[in-house]
């Protein structure tokens, strides 16, 4: 059974970067059927999809938060990973990685989510 | 402003029949598979309905999924207490290139 969990710090002050991983296991990252992707959901609002990669790193991304958003694999780990630049309190919400299945596009396996927490 | 329209929330009394509605353009629904995602209270979203209307296994088959030009439904008969959540369509848009979400449905069993 494929699971994925999400690690990083709960609490990241103001300007900093939010960096946030994936460990995939139970099945390897490294496939071309599938997207890695990053979801977000500020507190008691709904779901952002934030940007999604490949294996080989190819990589989409929501145009809101483009150029704050670096998101890359480490197939060796069997890991993706998020940073979020110059982030504020508007930042602050669950983050869930999760997979997605190519040109199906739906999102099947989730992580439990980790929230983050901007603030000084 | 979501990219899909939802509304914001329904509600049925137990062992009644409920739909939810989502509503998009020809750069998302109208050329994409459409997929739903029930979240229950303080749990990660969990995948309901893909390609329109096929149900992973193990989803129960009173969940039910169908698209239509540019807008899909989800449907839930038999309604049970234990279906409170909230619930969301998504799919990829052609134009952003990117996954786009409804703004969510929340489903009160009353």
């Known amino acids: 059974q494929l699971q994925l969990q999400e690690s990083g710090p709960g609490l990241v002050k103001p300007s900093e970067t939010l960096s946030l991983t994936c460990t995939v296991s139970?099945?390897?990252?490294?496939?071309?059927?599938?997207?890695w992707d990053w979801i977000r959901q500020p507190p008691g609002k709904g779901l952002e999809w934030i940007a999604g990669v490949s294996y080989s790193g190819i990589a989409f991304y929501n145009q809101s938060l483009r150029s704050r958003v670096t998101i890359s694999v480490d197939m060796s780990k069997n890991q993706f990973s998020l940073k979020l630049s110059s982030v504020t309190a508007a930042d602050t919400a669950v983050y869930y990685c999760a997979r997605r299945r190519e040109h199906l596009d739906h999102l099947d396996y989730w992580g439990q989510g980790t929230l983050v927490t901007v603030s000084s | 402003q979501s990219v899909l329209t939802q509304p914001p929330s329904v509600s049925a009394a137990p062992g009644q029949k409920v739909t939810i509605s989502c509503s998009g353009d020809?750069?998302?629904?109208?050329?994409?598979?459409l997929s739903w995602y029930q979240q229950l209270p303080g749990t990660a979203p969990k995948l309901l309905i893909y390609d329109n209307d096929e149900r992973p296994s193990g989803i129960p088959d009173r969940f039910s999924g169908s698209k239509s030009g540019t807008s899909a439904t989800l449907g839930i008969t038999g309604l049970q207490t234990g279906d409170e959540a909230d619930y969301y369509c998504a799919t990829w848009d052609n134009s952003l290139s990117a996954v786009v979400f409804g703004g969510g449905t929340k489903l009160t069993v009353v």
């Open positions: 139970g099945g390897s990252i490294s496939s071309d059927t599938y997207y």
């Open positions: 020809s750069s998302n629904i109208g050329s994409k598979f």
